[in-house]
């Protein structure tokens, strides 16, 4: 039997995740994207990092951030020198995200801070921080689940989806993706 309607009050599923505030703030975020950056041609990647850090990110020098790309809140971001968030790129990030030097968020690639606990009734909302460590190749159309670190210099293969920690200076693929090889350490 469904529950009736005078129940919904009490139903963790119709209640929302976020406070009305964030909503508002993620909704001026939103507009100020698509107004001052969406449009914008690919090499204005500086205009677009300010706007960024005028919404609280912490943004590193000589980021390429695209124009296409999605990210749901600035100000739980985090990117050291030198990292691209390429085209299509969606980053959720809810729990933080942390991008250090020289990452590579490939096309279409997909960051999800967040999941809920589906073994509950009351659906809670989950949330974890992704960091992705320096010489990280995240490829196109991969997806990174919440909580996950992807440790130096690992590769996760196109459309491949990993909800597990990333070994140093190794390549993975596949959906759930698993170990292919060691990738060449050139910092030694």
Same mark, same amino acid.
């Given at each position: 039997?469904?529950?009736?309607? &005078?129940? &919904? @009050?009490? &139903?963790?599923?119709? *209640?929302?995740?976020?406070?009305?505030?964030?909503?508002?703030?993620? /909704? /001026?975020?939103?507009?100020?994207?698509? $107004?001052?950056?969406?449009? +914008?041609?690919?090499?204005?990647?500086?205009?677009?990092? $300010?706007?960024?850090?005028?919404? #609280?990110?912490?943004? #590193?020098? =000589?980021?390429?951030?695209?124009?296409?790309? %999605? !990210?749901?809140?600035?100000?739980?971001?985090?990117?050291? =020198?030198?990292?691209?968030?390429?085209?299509?790129?969606?980053?959720?990030?809810? #729990?933080?995200? %942390? $991008?250090?030097?020289?990452?590579?968020?490939?096309? =279409?690639?997909?960051?999800?801070?967040? +999941?809920? =606990?589906?073994?509950?009734?009351? /659906?809670?909302?989950? *949330?974890?921080?992704?960091? !992705?460590?320096?010489?990280?190749?995240?490829?196109?159309?991969?997806?990174? @689940?919440?909580?996950? +670190?992807?440790?130096?210099?690992?590769? @996760?293969?196109?459309?491949?989806?990993?909800? %597990?920690?990333?070994?140093?200076?190794?390549?993975?693929? #596949?959906?759930?993706?698993?170990?292919?090889?060691?990738?060449?350490? /050139? @910092?030694?």
């Amino acid at each position: 039997m469904f529950p009736s309607r &005078d129940s &919904d @009050l009490s &139903d963790a599923f119709l *209640k929302p995740s976020f406070p009305f505030r964030d909503k508002l703030r993620r /909704f /001026f975020w939103n507009i100020s994207w698509l $107004m001052l950056c969406r449009w +914008t041609p690919k090499p204005m990647h500086a205009w677009r990092a $300010m706007v960024v850090r005028s919404f #609280g990110a912490k943004i #590193g020098r =000589d980021n390429h951030i695209y124009p296409t790309c %999605k !990210i749901w809140a600035p100000w739980f971001l985090e990117t050291s =020198d030198v990292v691209t968030i390429g085209p299509g790129v969606e980053v959720y990030n809810p #729990g933080g995200v %942390k $991008m250090e030097h020289h990452s590579i968020l490939s096309q =279409d690639s997909y960051l999800c801070g967040a +999941t809920h =606990d589906y073994n509950t009734i009351e /659906f809670t909302y989950l *949330k974890g921080q992704i960091i !992705i460590e320096a010489y990280v190749w995240i490829c196109s159309k991969a997806v990174v @689940l919440p909580g996950v +670190t992807c440790k130096q210099g690992s590769v @996760l293969g196109a459309a491949s989806v990993t909800s %597990k920690d990333l070994e140093a200076w190794s390549v993975y693929a #596949g959906n759930p993706c698993k170990f292919i090889k060691k990738r060449n350490n /050139f @910092l030694i």
